[in-house]
């Protein structure tokens, strides 16, 4: 599985010393992108793919169940024109793809509490007995945010070799995850270099 966008950890750390709170707008600028590819799979043998203009939704709340259909048409319409750039053909179901996708996005809401320590400020480092002489000596305060998070996620399923228990593989997975800023438009582009990205680290999703 590949990782990317991942701040290394040593790097994380510096930065949370530096921070009197965390700053929760950076958050939102690029999503991590996962992918992962089935041991022993060679992609060169499908050549055909079907996957549906609708994008399933699950978030907080229970009235999802569909992504707006005009953005769930652009992460489709991104996952075909990689798809067809790799040379696979989109068929209807009814002429039996080799490959299927299934896509999936998620919304949720995140909360947390942070109690920063004395060592917050750094270099001028807080004293902890600054707020006054008292045993145990407490925090002068305490930050509470919530962070809106999204995910996007695809799977190509193969079609081609069903199993005698009709049991389907899943060859390659896609996943993006992220905070979500206000900006639905963000968000949407955002998900779409995803999707870009995601393609881009896996070179052997093609029919050559």
């Known amino acids: 599985m590949k990782r990317h966008a991942?701040?290394?950890?040593?790097?994380?750390?510096?930065?949370l010393s530096c921070r009197k709170e965390p700053d929760l707008s950076q958050l939102s600028s690029n999503f991590v992108v996962q992918t992962d590819a089935a041991k022993g799979v060679s992609f060169s043998n499908y050549k055909t793919y079907y996957i549906?203009?609708?994008?399933?939704?699950?978030?907080?709340?229970?009235?999802?169940?569909?992504?707006?259909?005009?953005?769930?048409?652009?992460?489709?319409?991104t996952i075909k024109s990689n798809m067809n750039a790799r040379g696979y053909t989109f068929v209807p179901k009814a002429l039996k793809p080799d490959l299927g996708i299934n896509t999936l996005a998620v919304k949720d809401v995140n909360v947390g509490v942070v109690y920063p320590g004395w060592w917050w400020g750094y270099p001028g480092y807080w004293d902890p007995w600054y707020w006054g002489w008292y045993y145990p000596y407490y925090y002068p305060?305490?930050?509470?945010?919530?962070?809106?998070?999204?995910?996007?996620?695809a799977e190509l399923i193969d079609l081609k070799n069903v199993s005698t228990d009709q049991k389907l593989q899943v060859v390659w997975?896609?996943?993006?995850?992220?905070?979500?800023g206000s900006s639905g438009s963000?968000?949407?582009?955002?998900?779409?270099d995803g999707i870009n990205q995601a393609y881009n680290q896996s070179p052997y999703l093609t029919t050559k």
Do not use: C, E, F, H
């Not at 305060?141 to 996620?153: E, H, L, M, P, R």
């Not at 963000?186 to 779409?192: E, M, P, T, V």
């Open 6 to 15: 991942l701040l290394p950890l040593s790097l994380v750390l510096l930065l």
């Open 173 to 180: 997975t896609m996943s993006l995850n992220g905070a979500l």
């Open 186 to 192: 963000s968000n949407l582009q955002r998900a779409i």
């Open 52 to 77: 549906s203009d609708t994008v399933a939704l699950i978030s907080t709340s229970k009235t999802d169940t569909l992504l707006p259909s005009a953005d769930a048409l652009q992460l489709v319409n």
């Open 141 to 153: 305060w305490t930050v509470a945010y919530s962070v809106t998070t999204g995910s996007v996620i």
